[in-house]
């Protein structure tokens, strides 16, 4: 699926922008990267609802050499079961998981994630898949995402109710909730089920 024009140009010339403030010299230039960083924004603003000034808080406010963000999401398994949490920002459904924490390896990660979001401690048993966010089915974001998926074993804890989930419960592959196409799509839902029950499947990655 290819991300729409204006979006891709807009994180394009914000990229642009944040790597020229982080390593321009020139004061000039600096007055241009600024000019570039602004006209990112204006884009946003003209093609979503969003207010211009949250946008820069949370898109065009970031310094340093402009890279991807990272989502690491938990792939559990329960009698060929997929456990998924429900998200109070949206009540629909996702792979527990979320934003990679500096100072924290993908594996630490989703430990943390999966315990904060259903209850359950769990031990990572293998990488599933890499896929860029882009070429796939999401909602448009402001945002370049690398989706990492890891399988897990559940070693203890209980199903729990977290600070950003309301439910959690583990669903057939062929009665599968109303998703969080934001989080997960049903596509990469799909795969995560043909992938975390080959005991020796290869990892997917874009």
Known sequence: MEEVKWLTWAKQIQAISQNGLAYGKDIYDIERYEQLRSLSVEIL????????NQITDLFASETGYATPKVDVRGVIF???????????????WALPGGWADIGLSPRE??????KEESGFDVVPRRLLAVLDKNKHHHA???????????????????????METSEVNFFD???????????????QVQLMFEKGLQANSEVIFD
């Open 109 to 114: 990660i989703v430990v943390k994630e999966v």
């Open 45 to 52: 603003n003209t093609y979503t609802k969003v207010d211009s």
């Open 140 to 162: 448009p974001s402001p945002y370049h995402v690398y989706k990492i998926f890891i399988c897990c074993d559940i070693i203890g804890g209980s199903a729990m109710e977290g």
């Open 78 to 92: 329960q009698d060929n079961k997929i456990l998924l949490v429900k998200e109070k920002a949206d009540g629909a």
């Open 173 to 187: 592959r062929s009665n599968l909730p109303q998703l969080s196409e934001e989080r997960n799509t049903y596509g």
